[in-house]
C-alpha cells in the first residue's frame, strides 16, 4: 500500500526565516511526485510535479527536490502570504496499466508571522 | 481559460439522504478525479472517469458512485447518507489522468456536505 507521511505538521516561522518541509513516501513504483498548496476554505493549488530521484524544481521562494524516499519543499525568506497548508501526493504505476490516483499525506500547515 | 468549477459550493442533508454533486473540467480536459477530505483522514480517492468510463477506483463504498458525460463534466452521487459522509469533495481534471504519462490534477474549489 502506498503511503505518504508529511512533517511537521506544523510550523511556525518569522518573516524571512528559511525553513524545509518533508514528504516522506512508500510507493511500489513511483510514477511522480507532487506538491500543492491549500489555503482555508479552497481546492489544493498545484506548485510542482518530480518525477525521479535528483530532479530540483523552483518557483519564486519555493524549491522542491526528490529522492527516492523522500522530498523537501524548500521555503526561502518566505512571506506571509506564504502562509498554507503544503499537501504532498504520490501516483504509482497501475498494476493494470496506466496510473493509480493520488496518495496524499495530512500536509503540514505554515504559519509566517510578520 | 477557466478553471475547476464545483456546484454546489455548500450542502446540508439528513442521514439516510441521497445527494448529487457536479464537476465542470477545464476545457480539453478528459480526465475527471474525485477525492474526500476530512480532518481525520486528509485528502482519499474515491474514483477517476476518462471518456464516460470508470478507470480507477478508490477504496469506498459502493453507496459513492459517479458518472461522466460526453462533455466531459462529472457527477458523483452519495446515496444513504451517513454522519461520516460529511467532508469537503473535491473535483480535479487533468488532460488525459492516468492513461499515459504523468498528468497533473488541478482542483476545483470544492463542495463542502454537512450530513445531520
Known amino acids: 500500500e502506498d503511503q505518504v507521511t508529511q512533517s511537521p505538521e506544523a510550523l511556525r516561522l518569522q518573516e524571512g526565516e528559511s525553513s524545509s518541509l518533508n514528504c516522506s513516501y512508500t510507493?511500489?513504483?513511483?510514477?511522480?511526485l507532487f506538491w500543492y498548496r491549500q489555503d482555508p476554505g479552497k481546492g489544493p493549488e498545484f506548485l510542482f510535479t518530480?518525477?525521479?530521484a535528483g530532479e530540483e524544481k523552483e518557483k519564486e521562494r519555493l524549491k522542491a527536490t526528490l529522492t527516492k524516499k523522500e522530498s523537501f519543499l524548500h521555503i526561502t525568506a518566505p512571506k506571509p502570504e506564504d502562509s498554507a497548508t503544503y499537501l504532498c501526493?504520490?501516483?504509482?504505476?497501475?498494476?493494470?496499466?496506466?496510473?493509480?490516483?493520488?496518495?496524499f499525506g495530512k500536509g503540514t500547515h505554515l504559519i509566517i508571522q510578520p | 481559460k477557466a478553471g475547476v468549477t464545483q456546484t454546489p459550493r455548500y450542502l446540508i442533508k439528513t442521514r439516510g439522504q441521497q445527494v448529487t454533486l457536479s464537476c465542470s473540467p477545464i476545457s480539453g480536459h478528459r480526465s475527471v478525479s474525485w477525492y474526500q477530505q476530512t480532518p481525520g483522514q486528509g485528502l482519499q480517492f474515491l474514483f477517476e472517469?476518462?471518456?464516460?468510463?470508470?478507470?480507477n477506483k478508490g477504496n469506498f463504498p459502493g453507496r459513492f458512485s459517479g458518472r461522466q458525460f460526453s462533455n466531459s463534466r462529472s457527477e458523483m452521487n452519495v446515496s444513504t447518507l451517513e454522519l461520516g459522509d460529511s467532508a469537503l469533495y473535491l473535483c480535479?481534471?487533468?488532460?488525459?489522468?492516468?492513461?499515459?504519462?504523468?498528468?497533473?490534477?488541478?482542483f476545483g474549489p470544492g463542495t463542502r456536505l454537512t450530513v445531520l
Open positions: 501526493a504520490v501516483q504509482a504505476f497501475h498494476s493494470g496499466g496506466g496510473a493509480d490516483g493520488l496518495t
Open positions: 510507493v511500489s513504483g513511483l510514477r511522480g
Open positions: 472517469y476518462f471518456s464516460e468510463t470508470q478507470r
Open positions: 518530480l518525477y525521479s
Open positions: 480535479a481534471s487533468s488532460l488525459v489522468g492516468s492513461g499515459s504519462g504523468t498528468d497533473t490534477q488541478y
